[in-house]
């Protein structure tokens, strides 16, 4: 029911986009079908009455919703053409391309994660945050001027064959797996130090077989994850596709909501929302085969939490750099332009160079910071508080995250500034709207195996009562790796913030924004390559030190041994 209604109102807020937008949608469709055609009233009126606008948009909606259930997904307003052939290619393409992301993902992830298994331990997971905080796009910039332009080894834009896959699957996959990598590698130390570990090394297992039971220990909570990375690397690539000029689904969708396009906008936002519903129907099946009969039978036995201490250096050293860099930058005009200089070289006068405008780079890094990074932790805040709520209607959540996770960020994005206009607020609200899905499942799929272990049926056997079994062990359980999953998001919500303004439904200029100096630098990456690679190295930082000081501040917190819990360390791990 909650995937029906969520489903169903997606559709209605898009089908009413043009008048959400307030501009007329006979206008917009005119310039898109001919830039050269003179607006007159009588071609206007030509349009309105060609498409049905006179009649309103309950009426569109009622006119293409009976079509759906003949199979017809109406006629472009733009081309003339069918869209449902125009949505089947493009999502044909987005999901080669998401298969081929998804790959690289989960070979990198492996690398961050094969460490941990040799090791038996974790690390605070900076490096992979890191990595996760690659801005997409500026990342698909360099590997095309790399490889595609100075070595010339693979093609730069365009579909044809499968070279054509490589760049954008390296941009897609390496942020995706360096997420992917860190949320494994994070749960994996406390399996490895379960007592049936030590019980099959001294057995003389092999530790391959107990690397692969391991894994098989953590996953469960984590498969909803991988679903959602993968519906989001199938329409949320936009900027990616825009880079590589690849005609994927979310391209196709972006390039509707642009031209107010409804039918083909509405078949591509319904294809991308069937695609997450089916996304997460695998992602519920894959993860009760993993548990078993133990969810059923409230049998589980979870591993208790036992975070990794960062070494107080890392994340000092982290803090020192972006702290003085900010505080220089606050010194600094960012507003400044001079043309003679324009494009500077890093010196004494410009220590991180100048922009296309002659504007010092540092001045606006250091301004920039507190929009981006306290617009960013306040999103992030707010989908944690979220998905912690939700996580406790697990039916709710799952549906309600399956047709959230689905939706581009761009073309929410396009919705919200329709409504509210472009800017700092429209795309935080935007971003808001999207950031809190992969946190609910999260949540919610701990919260299930926690109210389903055997641990929590000994409590209530011995009387204790709902409120404390809530407050001293399922709250404290779930909301610790949910809390670092969302401070893994939050360079994440960043770089969302980032996307949208790169696309221009952000900060508008000459603000001093993070995603807008990366817009702004991308046109002369080549030539000035400081101008974005600033931004894009704060961005990292920040990843890096968010992780490595939530590592630090929690500790080692190792709970006391009860005897209801070594009984429950005794036994075999569930389905291993």
Same mark, same amino acid.
């Given at each position: 029911?909650?995937?029906?209604?969520?489903?169903?109102?997606?559709?209605?807020?898009?089908?009413?986009? !043009?008048?959400?937008?307030?501009?007329?949608?006979?206008?917009?469709?005119?310039?898109?079908?001919?830039?050269?055609?003179?607006?007159?009233?009588?071609?206007?009126?030509?349009?309105?009455?060609?498409?049905?606008?006179?009649?309103?948009? +309950?009426?569109?909606?009622?006119?293409?919703?009976?079509?759906?259930?003949?199979?017809?997904?109406?006629?472009?307003?733009?081309?003339?053409?069918?869209?449902?052939?125009?949505?089947?290619?493009?999502?044909?393409?987005?999901?080669?391309?998401?298969?081929?992301?998804?790959?690289?993902?989960?070979?990198?992830?492996?690398?961050?994660?094969?460490?941990?298994? #040799?090791?038996?331990?974790?690390?605070?997971?900076?490096?992979?945050?890191?990595?996760?905080?690659?801005?997409?796009?500026?990342?698909?910039?360099?590997?095309?001027?790399?490889?595609?332009?100075?070595?010339?080894?693979?093609?730069?834009?365009?579909?044809?064959?499968?070279?054509?896959?490589?760049?954008?699957?390296?941009?897609?996959?390496? =942020?995706?797996?360096?997420?992917?990598?860190?949320?494994?590698?994070?749960?994996? !130390?406390?399996?490895?130090?379960?007592?049936?570990?030590?019980?099959?090394?001294?057995?003389?297992?092999?530790?391959?077989?107990?690397?692969?039971?391991?894994?098989?220990?953590?996953?469960?909570?984590?498969?909803?994850?991988?679903?959602?990375?993968?519906?989001?690397?199938?329409? @949320?690539?936009?900027?990616?596709?825009?880079?590589?000029?690849?005609?994927?689904?979310?391209?196709?969708?972006?390039?509707?909501?642009?031209?107010?396009?409804?039918?083909? +906008?509405?078949?591509?936002?319904?294809?991308?929302?069937?695609? @997450?519903?089916?996304?997460?129907?695998?992602?519920?099946? #894959?993860?009760? &085969?993993?548990?078993?009969?133990?969810?059923?039978?409230?049998?589980?036995?979870?591993?208790?939490?036992? =975070?990794?201490?960062?070494?107080?250096?890392? =994340?000092?050293?982290?803090?020192?750099?972006?702290?003085?860099?900010?505080?220089?930058?606050?010194?600094?005009?960012?507003?400044?332009?001079?043309?003679?200089?324009?494009?500077?070289?890093? /010196?004494?006068?410009?220590?991180?160079?100048? *922009?296309? +405008?002659?504007? *010092?780079?540092?001045?606006?890094?250091?301004?920039?910071?507190? /929009?981006?990074?306290?617009?960013?932790?306040?999103?992030?805040?707010?989908?944690?508080?979220?998905?912690?709520?939700?996580?406790?209607?697990?039916?709710?959540?799952?549906?309600?995250?399956?047709?959230?996770?689905?939706?581009? =960020?761009?073309?929410?994005?396009?919705?919200?500034?329709?409504?509210?206009?472009?800017?700092?607020?429209?795309?935080?609200?935007?971003?808001?709207?999207?950031?809190?899905?992969?946190? /609910?499942?999260?949540?919610?799929?701990?919260?299930? %195996?926690?109210?389903?272990?055997?641990?929590?049926?000994?409590?209530?056997?011995?009387?204790?009562?709902?409120?404390?079994?809530?407050?001293?062990?399922?709250?404290?359980?779930?909301?610790?790796?949910?809390?670092?999953?969302?401070?893994? &998001?939050?360079?994440?919500?960043?770089?969302?913030?980032?996307?949208?303004?790169?696309?221009?439904?952000?900060?508008?200029?000459?603000?001093?924004?993070?995603?807008?100096?990366? %817009?702004?630098?991308?046109?002369?990456?080549?030539?000035?390559?400081?101008?974005?690679?600033?931004?894009?190295?704060?961005?990292?930082?920040?990843?890096?030190?968010?992780?490595? @000081?939530?590592?630090?501040?929690?500790?080692?917190?190792? &709970?006391?041994?009860?005897?209801?819990?070594?009984?429950?360390?005794?036994?075999?791990?569930?389905?291993?």
């Amino acid at each position: 029911m909650t995937r029906c209604v969520g489903l169903l109102a997606v559709l209605a807020v898009v089908g009413l986009l !043009p008048w959400l937008s307030h501009r007329d949608p006979a206008l917009t469709v005119l310039r898109a079908r001919s830039a050269e055609r003179e607006a007159t009233p009588q071609a206007l009126a030509s349009i309105r009455a060609d498409l049905g606008l006179d009649a309103g948009p +309950l009426s569109l909606l009622g006119r293409w919703a009976g079509d759906l259930l003949h199979g017809d997904l109406g006629t472009s307003w733009v081309s003339g053409h069918d869209v449902l052939p125009s949505v089947l290619a493009g999502l044909q393409v987005s999901l080669a391309l998401m298969g081929a992301a998804l790959g690289v993902a989960v070979l990198l992830a492996a690398a961050l994660v094969a460490p941990v298994l #040799v090791r038996g331990r974790g690390s605070a997971g900076a490096f992979a945050a890191m990595l996760a905080a690659v801005p997409e796009f500026l990342l698909a910039t360099v590997v095309l001027l790399v490889f595609g332009v100075w070595l010339g080894w693979l093609p730069t834009s365009g579909w044809q064959s499968a070279a054509y896959l490589v760049l954008p699957a390296l941009a897609l996959g390496v =942020p995706a797996g360096g997420l992917l990598g860190r949320l494994v590698a994070d749960a994996l !130390p406390a399996v490895l130090e379960e007592r049936w570990v030590e019980l099959w090394r001294g057995a003389g297992v092999s530790r391959a077989r107990i690397a692969g039971a391991a894994l098989r220990r953590v996953l469960p909570p984590l498969v909803p994850q991988f679903g959602m990375v993968a519906v989001g690397l199938t329409g @949320g690539a936009v900027a990616v596709e825009t880079v590589f000029a690849v005609p994927g689904i979310g391209r196709t969708a972006l390039g509707a909501a642009r031209s107010q396009d409804l039918p083909l +906008l509405q078949g591509s936002v319904l294809a991308l929302l069937l695609l @997450g519903l089916v996304a997460g129907a695998l992602a519920a099946v #894959v993860r009760r &085969r993993l548990l078993g009969p133990a969810l059923r039978d409230a049998g589980l036995t979870l591993p208790p939490a036992r =975070p990794v201490r960062a070494h107080p250096a890392f =994340p000092a050293a982290l803090a020192a750099v972006l702290l003085l860099t900010i505080g220089w930058g606050l010194l600094r005009d960012p507003y400044a332009v001079d043309t003679t200089v324009r494009l500077a070289p890093p /010196s004494w006068a410009h220590p991180l160079g100048t *922009d296309g +405008l002659g504007r *010092d780079v540092l001045a606006r890094l250091g301004h920039g910071a507190a /929009s981006t990074v306290g617009t960013a932790a306040a999103v992030s805040l707010l989908g944690l508080l979220i998905a912690l709520a939700l996580g406790f209607l697990p039916g709710i959540a799952s549906g309600a995250a399956d047709i959230a996770n689905a939706l581009p =960020p761009v073309i929410v994005g396009i919705l919200v500034a329709a409504a509210v206009g472009p800017g700092t607020g429209g795309a935080a609200l935007a971003v808001a709207l999207l950031s809190w899905p992969a946190l /609910s499942a999260h949540a919610a799929a701990l919260v299930q %195996e926690v109210r389903a272990s055997a641990f929590l049926t000994a409590q209530r056997a011995i009387g204790a009562s709902p409120f404390w079994i809530l407050t001293r062990h399922v709250l404290p359980s779930v909301a610790a790796p949910v809390a670092r999953h969302a401070l893994l &998001r939050l360079p994440g919500i960043a770089l969302a913030l980032a996307s949208l303004g790169f696309l221009g439904l952000g900060a508008q200029p000459p603000a001093p924004e993070w995603g807008l100096l990366l %817009e702004e630098s991308r046109a002369y990456v080549e030539r000035a390559p400081w101008a974005a690679l600033a931004p894009a190295v704060a961005l990292t930082l920040l990843a890096g030190l968010a992780v490595s @000081g939530a590592a630090l501040t929690q500790g080692r917190r190792v &709970r006391p041994v009860t005897p209801a819990r070594v009984e429950i360390e005794k036994e075999a791990p569930v389905g291993v």
